[in-house]
Protein backbone atom coordinates (compact mmCIF):
# COMPACT_ATOMS: atom_id res chain seq x y z
CA UNK A 1 0.00 0.00 0.00
CA UNK A 2 3.21 2.41 0.90
CA UNK A 3 3.96 1.82 -2.92
CA UNK A 4 0.90 2.20 -4.62
CA UNK A 5 0.58 5.48 -2.54
CA UNK A 6 4.44 6.95 -3.68
CA UNK A 7 3.21 6.08 -7.03
CA UNK A 8 -0.27 7.40 -6.53
CA UNK A 9 1.66 10.60 -5.14
CA UNK A 10 3.99 10.60 -8.33
CA UNK A 11 1.23 10.20 -11.03
CA UNK A 12 -0.53 13.00 -9.66
CA UNK A 13 2.25 15.44 -9.44
CA UNK A 14 3.01 14.66 -13.33
CA UNK A 15 -0.14 15.00 -13.96
CA UNK A 16 -0.65 18.09 -12.49
CA UNK A 17 2.81 19.27 -14.43
CA UNK A 18 2.24 17.81 -17.66
CA UNK A 19 -1.49 17.26 -18.02
CA UNK A 20 -2.80 13.43 -19.15
CA UNK A 21 -1.21 13.88 -22.74
CA UNK A 22 2.29 15.08 -21.45
CA UNK A 23 2.24 12.48 -18.62
CA UNK A 24 4.08 8.95 -19.38
CA UNK A 25 4.70 6.17 -17.63
CA UNK A 26 8.21 6.55 -17.34
CA UNK A 27 8.20 10.09 -16.04
CA UNK A 28 6.11 8.69 -13.50
CA UNK A 29 7.97 5.78 -12.89
CA UNK A 30 11.01 8.43 -12.47
CA UNK A 31 9.64 10.62 -9.98
CA UNK A 32 8.05 8.00 -7.60
CA UNK A 33 11.32 5.43 -7.82
CA UNK A 34 9.12 2.45 -8.45
CA UNK A 35 10.48 -0.61 -10.52
CA UNK A 36 8.37 -1.45 -13.48
CA UNK A 37 7.05 -4.44 -11.86
CA UNK A 38 6.03 -2.76 -9.14
CA UNK A 39 4.60 -0.18 -11.21
CA UNK A 40 2.64 -2.38 -12.95
CA UNK A 41 1.71 -4.48 -9.96
CA UNK A 42 -0.54 -1.40 -8.31
CA UNK A 43 -1.06 -0.08 -12.33
CA UNK A 44 -1.67 -1.86 -15.48
CA UNK A 45 -1.98 1.72 -17.53
CA UNK A 46 -1.33 5.33 -17.62
CA UNK A 47 -5.25 5.62 -17.90
CA UNK A 48 -5.81 3.30 -14.82
CA UNK A 49 -3.15 5.63 -12.81
CA UNK A 50 -5.48 9.02 -13.95
CA UNK A 51 -8.87 6.98 -13.32
CA UNK A 52 -7.79 6.41 -9.98
CA UNK A 53 -6.03 9.92 -9.03
CA UNK A 54 -9.66 11.17 -10.55
CA UNK A 55 -11.53 9.17 -8.41
CA UNK A 56 -9.49 9.83 -5.52
CA UNK A 57 -10.72 13.58 -5.59
CA UNK A 58 -13.09 13.68 -2.71
CA UNK A 59 -9.90 11.54 -0.39
CA UNK A 60 -7.17 13.85 -1.35
CA UNK A 61 -9.11 16.67 1.00
CA UNK A 62 -10.46 16.81 3.99
CA UNK A 63 -13.42 19.54 4.60
CA UNK A 64 -12.92 22.57 7.36
CA UNK A 65 -15.46 21.79 10.86
CA UNK A 66 -18.22 24.27 11.53
CA UNK A 67 -21.99 24.21 11.74
CA UNK A 68 -24.04 23.03 8.67
CA UNK A 69 -25.55 26.05 6.60
CA UNK A 70 -24.08 28.85 4.13
CA UNK A 71 -21.55 29.69 6.33
CA UNK A 72 -19.53 26.69 6.45
CA UNK A 73 -20.83 26.46 2.35
CA UNK A 74 -18.91 29.33 1.54
CA UNK A 75 -15.91 28.49 3.84
CA UNK A 76 -15.45 24.82 1.98
CA UNK A 77 -15.46 27.04 -1.58
CA UNK A 78 -12.47 29.25 0.03
CA UNK A 79 -10.99 26.31 1.22
CA UNK A 80 -11.18 24.42 -1.63
CA UNK A 81 -9.74 27.69 -3.70
CA UNK A 82 -6.58 27.17 -0.92
CA UNK A 83 -6.25 23.84 -1.70
CA UNK A 84 -6.17 23.92 -5.23
CA UNK A 85 -3.31 26.30 -4.39
CA UNK A 86 -1.38 24.06 -2.58
CA UNK A 87 -2.67 20.53 -2.63
CA UNK A 88 -0.62 18.41 -5.57
CA UNK A 89 -2.99 15.24 -5.07
CA UNK A 90 -6.35 17.58 -5.30
CA UNK A 91 -5.49 20.21 -8.26
CA UNK A 92 -4.11 16.95 -10.66
CA UNK A 93 -7.90 15.45 -9.73
CA UNK A 94 -9.42 18.81 -10.79
CA UNK A 95 -7.11 18.34 -13.77
CA UNK A 96 -8.39 15.46 -15.22
CA UNK A 97 -11.81 15.85 -14.36
CA UNK A 98 -11.42 19.04 -16.53
CA UNK A 99 -9.26 17.46 -19.06
CA UNK A 100 -10.67 13.93 -19.31
CA UNK A 101 -11.65 14.20 -22.62
CA UNK A 102 -8.34 13.07 -23.31
CA UNK A 103 -8.75 9.50 -21.76
CA UNK A 104 -12.13 9.28 -24.35
CA UNK A 105 -14.47 9.99 -21.10
CA UNK A 106 -17.81 11.55 -20.44
CA UNK A 107 -18.10 10.96 -16.88
CA UNK A 108 -19.66 13.99 -14.07
CA UNK A 109 -19.37 11.92 -11.22
CA UNK A 110 -16.93 14.45 -9.67
CA UNK A 111 -18.71 17.30 -10.28
CA UNK A 112 -22.18 15.40 -9.08
CA UNK A 113 -19.94 14.45 -5.50
CA UNK A 114 -19.77 18.11 -5.17
CA UNK A 115 -23.52 19.05 -6.00
CA UNK A 116 -24.16 16.72 -3.45
CA UNK A 117 -21.64 18.64 -0.40
CA UNK A 118 -23.36 22.05 -1.57
CA UNK A 119 -26.75 20.25 -1.20
CA UNK A 120 -25.89 19.30 1.66
CA UNK A 121 -25.40 22.53 2.94
CA UNK A 122 -27.66 24.18 1.35
CA UNK A 123 -30.68 22.04 3.00
CA UNK A 124 -29.10 22.83 6.38
CA UNK A 125 -29.57 26.54 5.40
CA UNK A 126 -32.85 26.04 4.66
CA UNK A 127 -33.53 24.34 8.02
CA UNK A 128 -31.99 27.70 9.78
CA UNK A 129 -34.23 29.87 8.09
CA UNK A 130 -31.10 31.68 5.85
CA UNK A 131 -32.16 31.05 2.19
CA UNK A 132 -34.78 33.09 0.18
CA UNK A 133 -37.77 31.44 -0.37
CA UNK A 134 -38.16 30.05 -3.93
CA UNK A 135 -34.48 28.96 -4.21
CA UNK A 136 -33.74 25.19 -5.19
CA UNK A 137 -31.59 23.85 -2.90
CA UNK A 138 -30.02 21.36 -6.16
CA UNK A 139 -30.58 23.53 -8.58
CA UNK A 140 -28.46 26.07 -6.59
CA UNK A 141 -25.60 23.85 -5.82
CA UNK A 142 -25.50 22.48 -9.30
CA UNK A 143 -25.75 26.23 -10.95
CA UNK A 144 -22.56 27.02 -7.75
CA UNK A 145 -20.59 23.93 -8.88
CA UNK A 146 -20.72 25.45 -12.59
CA UNK A 147 -19.86 28.68 -11.77
CA UNK A 148 -17.12 27.62 -9.53
CA UNK A 149 -15.43 25.48 -11.64
CA UNK A 150 -15.35 28.04 -14.39
CA UNK A 151 -14.04 30.53 -12.21
CA UNK A 152 -10.99 28.28 -11.08
CA UNK A 153 -9.81 27.12 -14.57
CA UNK A 154 -10.28 31.25 -15.48
CA UNK A 155 -8.58 32.03 -12.34
CA UNK A 156 -5.70 28.81 -13.80
CA UNK A 157 -5.29 30.40 -17.10
CA UNK A 158 -4.64 34.12 -15.41
CA UNK A 159 -2.61 33.66 -12.69
CA UNK A 160 -1.90 30.16 -12.09
CA UNK A 161 -4.75 30.36 -9.39
CA UNK A 162 -2.95 32.83 -7.53
CA UNK A 163 -6.61 34.89 -7.26
CA UNK A 164 -8.93 32.28 -6.67
CA UNK A 165 -9.61 33.14 -3.25
CA UNK A 166 -10.60 37.18 -4.51
CA UNK A 167 -12.60 35.54 -7.66
CA UNK A 168 -14.43 33.51 -5.18
CA UNK A 169 -15.33 36.47 -2.73
CA UNK A 170 -16.42 38.36 -6.08
CA UNK A 171 -18.28 35.31 -6.93
CA UNK A 172 -20.21 35.13 -3.59
CA UNK A 173 -20.73 39.03 -3.21
CA UNK A 174 -22.74 38.05 -6.19
CA UNK A 175 -24.75 35.13 -5.89
CA UNK A 176 -25.58 35.81 -2.34
CA UNK A 177 -28.18 38.35 -2.27
CA UNK A 178 -30.57 35.76 -5.16
CA UNK A 179 -30.05 32.91 -2.39
CA UNK A 180 -29.65 34.48 0.92
CA UNK A 181 -32.13 36.10 3.31
CA UNK A 182 -30.97 39.80 4.29
CA UNK A 183 -30.92 38.52 7.66
CA UNK A 184 -28.75 35.84 7.28
CA UNK A 185 -26.67 37.36 4.64
CA UNK A 186 -25.40 40.18 7.06
CA UNK A 187 -24.09 37.80 9.49
CA UNK A 188 -22.00 36.17 6.63
CA UNK A 189 -18.65 36.35 6.49
CA UNK A 190 -17.00 35.99 2.69
CA UNK A 191 -13.33 35.93 2.76
CA UNK A 192 -10.67 33.08 2.72
CA UNK A 193 -9.69 34.04 6.25
CA UNK A 194 -11.01 31.93 9.70
CA UNK A 195 -11.15 35.62 12.00
CA UNK A 196 -13.41 38.24 12.69
CA UNK A 197 -15.28 39.20 9.24
CA UNK A 198 -13.88 42.58 7.79
CA UNK A 199 -17.14 43.03 5.66
CA UNK A 200 -20.47 42.29 5.81
CA UNK A 201 -22.39 41.55 2.20
CA UNK A 202 -25.88 42.27 2.33
CA UNK A 203 -28.78 40.67 0.44
CA UNK A 204 -30.41 44.29 -0.21
Known amino acids: ?23 SISKIMQRSGATQGGMYFHFKSKEGLAHAVMASQQEFIRLPPGRD ?12 AGELQRNVLFRAS ?11 LEDD ?23 LEGV ?4 FATVLVGAY ?21 SLWRYLLPAVATPQAAVLLRVEPSVGPPSGRVSAG
Open 94 to 104: VRLAVEQGELG
Open 1 to 23: MRTREVILYAAAEVFDECGYSGA
Open 136 to 139: DEWE
Open 69 to 80: GLQRLIDITFHI
Open 109 to 131: TAYQEWVQRFHAQLVAARECGEL
Open 149 to 169: TGTQIFSNVATGRADLPERIA
